[in-house]
């Protein structure tokens, strides 16, 4: 039995209008059309519509107040104004009265409109399915609170006996994990400082969940990744029609986490403008949902996150020091992956565990020399980096026998392969120490590192000179210059005499 189409119902007072629009959307939707109001509005009462596309410029009444009308009597509905006219007050009313999901202009492209009413669609089948979650709900309140308790105890006891954060016996992050518990039950503010992909919100949630107030919701927001004005939005919520698009209320992750933790990622992101609301906020500890004239009481324990050293940012003069002493009542660091090699093996081996469930593919393992490797890099993205390499060794590996070192990432493989070579790469830091005048010094530390990034590239000249900031033709003028061959690379970079 095939699905049935979404009801559109298109409203336009030109007759060649309504052809071309059914004639374009019949074969995705069940097309239904009026000539007016009064055509449209026994149409609503006799069948069920999804989506109405009303033109603006009517002869009875115009789009907008049509579809306010509309909204009144028919709020689930999706409305959507098509005009050939773009005045920016009946954009403005369209959306703060009509609460208008787009404003689309004459002429219009079929396959552009087409996927919108698409949008249209999925949006109202999702807001179906919130009325029916919601009416769930409330016939079974106790039922939804004891399972949801259920659930909170088994994260909050996954939490107590191991953080969450995958480590080894000898890891430096015990010390860390150690300092998380010792401060999570006390109710203070938290920096957690390290490079991305360390395992800030882990940390995070651990503190949380150990906290008094593990049964209370725990959000997280990045705030390096929208603008001001958004971010407000976002973190405080905000009120129907404050600004263009804002159609509805909305409820803040401040309100939403109230008696709970909010996580503030990329904290050391925010611009000095908003620094100033957030201090306000948790100096009062009160939100002013954006287009309200009142402020909410609101309790909750704020942990925030940066990979930049904030005490340099307020030295620069880039980030408010009474906002950096709210945010830090205790700072915490989280080392790099580099700093932490012995856990490599453990968590290489729990995420590729992790990926064969994901992907439903088995694999027998990492194999040796594929540990060592891994062990090597030095894994600038952090966790984050090695496991998305991980899930990529999984996929990309037959499922007979442990996964081999040669099928990792170039990048990983290169480094592995020039660690391994430690007389040719590891000249360069004794360079400056020894005789001999500037330019000389400076030649011999410019051809070692010709040499290292050759021995590390394994000769591929193009990736050397992508990696070095130079073209093919520079690179080779180089190596002329200083006499470097491949035959050169199994002795000793050269030193100066003393």
């Not at 074969?27 to 609503?44: C, G, H, P, S, Y």
């Not at 990744?225 to 909305?250: C, I, M, W, Y």
């Not at 694999?363 to 980096?385: F, K, M, V």
Request: neutral net charge.
């Amino acid at each position: 039995m095939t699905a049935s189409l979404p009801t559109v119902l298109v409203i336009d007072d030109e007759a060649r209008s309504l052809e071309t629009l059914h004639r374009v959307l019949c074969e995705d939707f069940d097309v239904k059309t009026a000539q007016n109001v009064t055509e449209a509005t026994a149409i609503l009462e006799r069948d069920w519509i999804q989506i109405i596309l009303c033109d603006q410029r009517m002869p009875d009444k115009s789009g907008v107040d049509f579809l306010t009308e509309v909204r009144d009597r028919w709020p689930e509905i999706i409305r959507i104004i098509i005009s050939g006219y773009t005045d920016t007050e009946d954009v403005i009313r369209g959306i703060n009265q009509a609460g208008i999901f787009q404003y689309i202009t004459k002429p219009w492209q079929p396959d552009s409109l087409i996927l919108t009413l698409k949008n249209a669609a999925h949006i109202f089948d999702l807001n179906r399915q919130n009325e029916m979650l919601s009416a769930e709900l409330k016939m079974a309140p106790r039922h939804v609170e004891s399972v949801l308790k259920d659930r909170r105890q088994v994260v909050r006891e996954r939490f107590r006996m191991d953080d969450g954060i995958i480590r080894a016996a000898s890891s430096p992050m015990n010390a860390v994990c150690d300092r998380l518990l010792q401060i999570a039950p006390f109710d203070v503010s938290v920096l957690l400082q390290g490079e991305s992909g360390t395992g800030k919100e882990l940390a995070a949630r651990a503190l949380h969940y150990n906290s008094l107030r593990w049964n209370k919701p725990f959000v997280a927001e990045n705030c390096g990744a929208v603008p001001d004005e958004l971010l407000e939005s976002e973190l405080f919520g905000h009120k129907r029609g404050a600004f263009t698009g804002a159609v509805n209320d909305h409820t803040g992750l401040f309100e939403r986490a109230n008696g709970g933790t909010v996580f503030l990622d990329e904290v050391g992101e925010i611009s000095p403008a908003f620094q100033v609301k957030l201090l306000r906020v948790l100096q009062n500890g009160e939100i002013r949902p954006v287009g309200s004239p009142k402020a909410l009481k609101v309790d909750v324990r704020v942990v925030a996150a940066t990979n930049k050293t904030l005490e340099d940012e307020v030295r620069a003069g880039r980030f408010r020091e009474d906002l950096y002493y709210r945010l830090a009542a205790v700072t915490i660091h989280l080392p790099a992956l580099r700093e932490r090699v012995m856990d490599i093996p453990v968590i290489a081996n729990t995420y590729l565990d992790n990926a064969m469930a994901s992907f439903g593919k088995k694999s027998h393992g990492l194999s040796d020399e594929t540990l060592a490797a891994l062990a090597r890099y030095s894994w600038p993205g952090n966790i984050r980096e090695l496991q998305n390499e991980l899930q990529r060794l999984l996929i990309m590996s037959p499922e007979d026998g442990k996964i081999p070192a040669s099928m990792l990432s170039p990048r990983i493989s290169g480094a592995a392969s020039a660690s391994a070579l430690p007389e040719e790469a590891a000249s360069l830091g004794g360079i400056v120490g020894m005789g001999g005048s500037l330019r000389d010094r400076i030649d011999l530390l410019e051809e070692n590192i010709l040499r290292e990034t050759l021995i590390r590239h394994r000769w591929n000249k193009s990736r050397a000179a992508r990696e070095l900031g130079l073209s093919r033709v520079g690179l080779r003028l180089k190596l002329q210059r200083y006499g470097l061959e491949k035959t050169d690379f199994v002795g000793r970079p050269r030193a100066l005499a003393n």
